[in-house]
């Protein structure tokens, strides 16, 4: 029932057909095999990847591997935030080539805070000048609906509360397999364990008693980013009654 007094279905009985390209039907899909992709391994707990977004040219250099169809495995360029990363995406030093994940770090809920749009990185210049128009990207942040990069997000737990990409170092391997959903560093347990005990939390500024506040009580974009007191209070009126009058 809704506030018409009519159910929905009343409601909408007169509305004519969608013209089914803007809302389509579902055995006519903008793509057969699109959507997302929910990654885990040894790197983190989940992951997403927008897979509708994966062009023909990211597929090919990246994915066609007849042994190991939608997998491959890559070097690591690492930033430290989105500051980093504009400071120094064009440093010829850093040696990222056509074949290079880059990752972003230190920009999830607590680290940024807030969780920031800027996993969705561009390659250096002098590769985008070759035609090389787009890496694999990866980060603990977030990034646009409308982005057109097949970019790993929402890397849970972030690396500002310990996650495994606060344990990345440039040169690292990972393996990336879409279709058994796993992305893995490709260094032994031991020396993970090792990386992981040498880990130090990073110091974080406050802007504002706000910034402090949220950091104390936010969780990770797996379970939503909520504030995790706020789910005490969930069908409040069910559960606790109505609020006191206030005069």
Not at 3 to 22: I, M, Q, R
Not at 72 to 84: H, I, Q, R
Request: hydrophobic share 35%.
């Amino acid at each position: 029932m809704t506030v018409t007094g009519k159910t929905l279905a009343e409601n909408l009985a007169s509305v004519p057909e969608p013209d089914g390209e803007v809302i389509r039907p579902f055995n006519r899909p903008l793509k057969e095999k699109a959507g997302y992709v929910v990654l885990s391994g040894n790197l983190f707990e989940s992951a997403v990847i927008k897979t509708s977004v994966i062009s023909e040219d990211f597929r090919r250099r990246f994915l066609s591997d007849p042994e190991h169809p939608d997998a491959f495995e890559a070097k690591v360029v690492v930033f430290d935030g989105p500051e980093d990363y504009h400071a120094r995406i064009d440093d010829p030093s850093l040696g990222i080539d056509e074949r290079t994940l880059l990752v972003i770090r230190n920009c999830g809920p607590v680290g940024y805070p807030g969780s920031a749009e800027v996993v969705n990185m561009r390659p250096p210049a002098a590769l985008i000048k070759r035609g090389i128009e787009e890496l694999p990207t990866m980060g603990d942040g977030r990034q646009s609906g409308t982005s057109a990069s097949p970019s790993i997000l929402n890397v849970t737990p972030e690396a500002a509360v310990g996650g495994g990409l606060a344990l990345l170092k440039n040169g690292d391997r990972v393996r990336i397999d879409l279709r058994n959903r796993r992305v893995d560093l490709l260094i032994s347990p031991e020396e993970l364990a090792a990386r992981r005990a040498a880990w130090q939390p990073p110091k974080l500024v406050n802007q504002t008693p706000w910034e402090e506040i949220y950091r104390s009580m936010v969780g990770q974009l797996g379970t939503g980013a909520c504030l995790e007191p706020a789910t005490l209070y969930l069908n409040i009126i069910e559960t606790r009654g109505e609020a006191r009058h206030n005069h």
